[in-house]
């Protein structure tokens, strides 16, 4: 039976198609447990941080000069106190002693170090380090679902005991989890995060995991090939890096949904990618789940709040460190969303729910040929925009790019079903482009929602500040850009006036309709500011 792609937790070389795990490890990794060293390693949710190292646990007991346990804190999620919490770690450490080989020493009673006054953890791995024959390397999963003084207390027993190492105590250990250890929750002093490496400053530095490359992907899409002949096209390995740049889960996601969901059994092309990132977004799921809830706090909206909007600000590095630690955006310069899927996620998120409760205009969209009615569509825009935007702006908690996602909101509810939207923004543009998809039938007569044959809509969406030019004639220029590389049925420009004087007018009184404002490559260019 052939192996599956997989979207749950750690691999498994035997039932999932599987990288070799040790290479997306950095190269000095393995050397910093020679080396008797401690250390960190964080990444992205599912993005192959259990797997690699397990992998790295694996090839250090077959080198056969150490005892590794590999334990996860995660079980500590529904303890109530610091006591509670101590005391399931150190049960963790004794269940996880049959990892060991039959010529160790057993571990200490975990009740006898739970019941010992203060620092069990500490006395438990001492006693047990002391009758080792090996030096001990450990290995602690999720430590960051600890927060407060349960993370505290853990961090400071594992820093009492550095000194003592490899004889009285662990050689070295790895901590890992989503977020580097200065952004642990933590309440202890009026912070919600460390802000620095104690009390754990005695790890020698933190790692990450890589992104898959496109020849990664490559590699891993042909497992599946020789095990049941069914290819990945070479534009579809394209088109699957284009929209998870590397990141593991969608990797897998994508292909899982493609052979698994879909049940496609022909080669897989561009448009089986497509639908299966379409239903990914649809179907939600826990990982998407847990990037999302962090949308609401401060610290992530002040990162990806500028790059909706495509402006350039400054932000604090801390925050911006964070969102990077937590996969929401990438290193590049200036900051982007991480993936193409990500962008359209966090993008649906925002405006889920001004989608919710938007009035859907009593409209026929298709032209009798099956075309887009672009023309019904752009005045049903500025109709709504008149009558019913403002409470919907004003609800928005991102209030730098509200407009934008009104706007959003009321194209993907227009559109849903019949067609595709996609989103494209990022720090350093100025703007925001939506491009509306619109299928058309084939020379057969088929209507594809993922085949090759649409029409295409651009919406340009600019910002016009104080102190700042008319970004009309900028747009102009820019969209004139952009239909060169993507061919385009219309044309339309938004500009949200927020300069001061015009938002101290009534509502209704700041749209105005400005109709064709140009012409690019042989295209009417309509536009409004409002």
């Known amino acids: 039976m052939a192996r599956q792609f997989n979207t749950a937790h750690a691999n498994r070389v035997d039932k999932h198609y599987t990288l070799p795990p040790m290479a997306r490890l950095p190269p000095d990794t ?16 599912q993005s192959g941080k259990t797997t690699c190292v397990k992998a790295l646990a694996d090839k250090l007991r077959a080198d056969g000069r150490y005892a590794v346990l590999f334990v996860s804190a995660e079980a500590t999620r529904t303890t ?12 963790l450490l004794e269940l996880a002693s049959d990892q060991l080989t039959p010529d160790e020493a057993p571990p200490p009673e975990a009740a006898d170090a739970a019941s010992e006054p203060g620092l069990p953890l500490y006395r ?45 105590f662990p050689q070295s250990v790895c901590i890992f989890g989503v977020r580097d250890v200065r952004d642990y929750k933590v309440a202890s002093g009026g912070s919600e995060r460390l802000g620095t490496s104690s009390p754990f400053n005695i790890k020698r530095k933190s790692v990450t995991l890589s992104a898959f490359s496109r020849a990664d992907i490559a590699a891993l899409y042909a497992q599946h090939t020789a095990e049941t002949g069914q290819a990945f096209t070479g534009a579809a390995i394209d088109r699957v890096f284009a929209l998870t740049a590397g990141q593991p889960l969608m990797v897998n996601a994508l292909a899982n949904d493609v052979v698994a969901e879909q049940g496609w059994r022909g080669p897989v092309d561009v448009a089986q990618i497509d639908a299966a990132k379409e239903r990914i977004i649809l179907q939600w799921g ?34 911006l460190r964070y969102c990077r630690d937590m996969g929401l955006v990438d290193a590049s310069q200036p900051p982007q969303v991480a993936n193409a899927i990500y962008r359209e996620v966090i993008a649906r998120k925002l405006a ?4 919710a409760y938007m009035p859907m205009p009593a409209r026929v969209w298709r032209h009798p040929d099956g075309r887009l009615d672009i023309v019904a569509l752009r005045a049903a825009l500025v109709e709504f925009w008149c009558e019913h935007a403002e ?43 939506i491009l509306v998809r619109w299928p058309v039938a084939d020379n057969a007569g088929r209507v594809d929602l993922f085949g090759t044959q649409f029409e295409r809509h651009l919406f340009e969406l600019k910002v016009w500040y104080d102190g700042k030019a008319d970004p009309l ?37 700041r749209m105005k309709v400005l109709g064709e404002v140009g012409v690019v490559q042989g295209l009417s260019v309509w536009g409004w500011r409002g």
């Open 286 to 319: 826990t990982h998407f789940d847990s990037l999302m809830a962090r949308l609401n706090e401060d610290r992530v909206r002040n990162v990806l709040q500028p790059i909706l909007a495509g402006t350039l600000q400054p932000v604090d590095m801390e925050d």
């Open 352 to 355: 889920a729910g001004a989608q």
């Open 124 to 168: 438990y791995l001492k006693a047990w380090c002391l009758a080792l024959r090996r030096p001990l390397v450990v290995f602690i999963d999720e430590i960051d679902t600890l927060e407060n003084d349960a993370l505290i207390s853990v961090l400071s027993q594992l820093r009492m005991g550095y000194a003592e190492r490899p004889a009285a």
């Open 391 to 433: 409470p919907f702006v004003a609800a928005e908690h991102y209030t730098e790019v509200a407009p934008h996602l009104v706007v959003m909101a009321f194209l993907q509810r227009v559109v849903n079903g019949g067609g595709l939207v996609d989103r494209e923004y990022a720090a350093g543009r100025g703007r925001m482009d």
């Open 30 to 45: 393995e050397n910093l447990v020679h080396d008797s060293y401690y250390f960190v390693l964080h990444a992205p949710r």
């Open 80 to 91: 109530t106190t610091e006591a509670a919490a101590i005391a399931r770690i150190v049960k």
């Open 473 to 509: 004639p900028a747009a102009l220029e820019q969209v004139g850009e952009y239909v060169q590389r993507v061919p385009c049925e219309s044309v339309s420009v938004l500009v949200f006036d927020r300069r001061k004087a015009t938002l101290r007018k009534k509502w209704a009184g």
